[in-house]
């Protein structure tokens, strides 16, 4: 098994120079990668300046490995050097390693914060970005802004050797995945996961508990998941969210999502808990 890198956060960056830096350069959501690089496909150099592009915001993220790593965004229209692309992060994935796209994620949200907050939401005053936090400053009235992070549960639910999985109109064809949505104010996780199903599929369930958690950068949420038992009801599909909702076997699944997410990870799960050799099960299961 490849040995995890190390990472460290860091909110102020080294005051010279020390060797190369990752560069996790957006052009708006698209990544700056190198195709077929050994090196983890992230360009690794010591300035920006050497790819000929110019950065319109910057942010120290950390170092990985004892490494800098630097989020930027650059301008649309920004030409990929020779040799790169700009590609979609949910298309990166099977290019660079894990720890980098978790890195490249974390780089998005900022990239992304800072484009988005460059106001205060209280007053209209142009902001200042704290120079030792990860946060913004309104000068006229005080008032702090965080990066946002929206809080979002995801649930396996099980009855027996049967698995629930629903699909969106908004998925892919054939394609099906476990329940999620986000925790609205005022209540638990535990709630948020009793809820959804209700709203989504019209079922109650029983024995909630955490399986994992997964930074989820699209655009900027925490993904918390969750496995839970059948208690009653009949699937009953909410129109305006799910397409289809079916209680599936392992011998019978439907296309399933990406290996990148947490809800592959929780049917990856159940099936191993069932005994079934999870590689069988992705080729029945499709793309």
């Known amino acids: 098994m490849e040995e995890k890198r190390q990472f460290i956060s860091g909110i102020v960056p080294p005051a010279g120079r020390e060797g190369p830096s990752w560069w996790f350069v957006f052009q708006g959501d698209r990544l700056l990668i190198v195709p077929g690089a050994s090196s983890g496909a992230i360009p690794f150099l010591a300035d920006l ?7 319109e915001r910057q942010h120290y993220l950390g ?3 004892g490494s800098p790593c630097y989020a930027v965004e650059v301008a649309q229209g920004s030409a990929a050097p020779p040799g790169m692309v700009f590609q979609g992060l949910r298309q990166v994935y099977t290019v660079i390693d894990e720890d980098l796209f978790t890195l490249a994620g974390r780089a998005l949200q900022i990239v992304e914060w800072d484009r988005t907050h460059q106001f205060c939401s209280r007053c209209g005053s142009p902001v200042k970005i704290l120079p030792t936090e990860r946060a913004k400053e309104c000068p006229r009235c005080g008032l702090l802004q965080f990066p946002r992070l929206s809080p979002a549960i995801i649930v396996r639910v099980a009855r027996g050797r049967e698995l629930l999985l629903a699909r969106s109109s908004h998925f892919v064809p054939g394609r099906y995945s476990v329940i999620a949505g986000f925790v609205e104010p005022g209540e638990t996780l535990e709630q948020a996961v009793a809820r959804e199903v209700r709203e989504e599929v019209g079922l109650r369930i029983r024995d909630i508990r955490y399986f994992a958690s997964q930074p989820w950068p699209f655009p900027h949420s925490l993904m918390i998941g969750f496995t839970a038992a059948y208690a ?3 699937i009953t599909p909410d129109p305006d969210e799910i397409e ?13 999502p990406s290996k990148m997410s947490i809800s592959r990870r ?9 005994g079934v050799e999870q590689e069988q099960a992705r080729g029945r299961a499709g793309p």
Do not use: C, K, V, Y
């Open 49 to 55: 300046g050497a790819l000929g592009l110019r950065a």
């Open 63 to 65: 170092r990985l490995d």
């Open 232 to 234: 009653g009801g009949e």
């Open 244 to 256: 289809d909702a079916r209680w599936f076997t392992p011998d019978s699944l439907p296309g399933l």
């Open 266 to 274: 929780l049917i990856d799960s159940f099936l191993a808990d069932q």
